[in-house]
């Protein structure tokens, strides 16, 4: 099975080159005020751009309104995006009408998430720690039982333990931010090479 990887808040060109010469499938773009990765959607768009259409760009958003979510993944030409907070079903559906979507859930509400998205094809799960881009990895274990299959899983993800994490739960994808960087919205490229040559290798264990 091929595992998506994702980069998330790539805030520069360079890094947008490095991450998909890496062999990233997806980068991630903040677009959520309250981060300290925060882009604007001009450099996110040049950085899209940069690294052709078969990597996809995804907008990150945090508790933002309908209308600035829109606005801004036109602006920036993301190809999808990724929406965290408590939002309503009506919210997540009317962004899903425009873009793919990747609808975030704690261990919290993953089971009522998980319930509400099933079977909807533009809505793909990934759970997440209750702070996001915090760095701090959830209870795998905990979750063995729970956790969708299909959904990403993100928190704390880094080379050092993408691969135990993949075993405890096989995620349809990955998504890393925290363990990547050499200072905050700046990457580094060995953790970068590293977590996706990690992701690779641990996706060769999955069943075939
Ligand atoms: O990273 C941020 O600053 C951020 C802000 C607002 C919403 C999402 C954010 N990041 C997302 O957090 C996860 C995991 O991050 P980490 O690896 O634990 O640091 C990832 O999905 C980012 O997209």
């Not at 333990?161 to 200072?183: H, K, T, W, Y």
């Amino acid at each position: 099975m091929s595992v998506k990887v994702k980069v998330c808040g790539t805030t520069s060109v360079h890094d947008a080159v490095l991450s998909a010469e890496a062999g990233a499938d997806a980068l991630g773009f903040i677009f959520a005020p309250v981060s300290k990765r925060l882009v604007s959607p001009q450099v996110a768009r040049e950085a899209g751009l940069s690294v052709g259409p078969s990597v996809a760009r995804v907008g990150v958003f945090l508790n933002q309104g309908l209308d600035e979510v829109l606005r801004t993944a036109e602006a920036a030409r993301v190809s999808a995006v990724q929406l965290h907070g408590p939002l309503s079903s009506l919210y997540v559906n009317a962004v899903a009408a425009y873009y793919p979507v990747l609808r975030v859930a704690q261990p919290a509400d993953l089971a009522a998430q998980a319930d509400m998205w099933h079977g909807h094809p533009g809505v793909t799960l990934m759970l997440d720690a209750p702070e996001p881009g915090g760095g701090i990895p959830l209870d795998w274990d905990a979750l063995r039982l729970l956790f969708p299959h299909g959904a990403w899983l993100a928190g704390g993800l880094g080379p050092g333990n993408v691969a135990a994490a993949m075993i405890a739960l096989r995620p349809a994808g990955v998504d890393a931010v925290s363990r990547l960087e050499a200072g905050a919205g700046v990457k580094d490229p060995r953790a970068v090479r590293a977590f996706v040559s990690e992701t690779r290798r641990a996706a060769q264990s999955y069943p075939q």
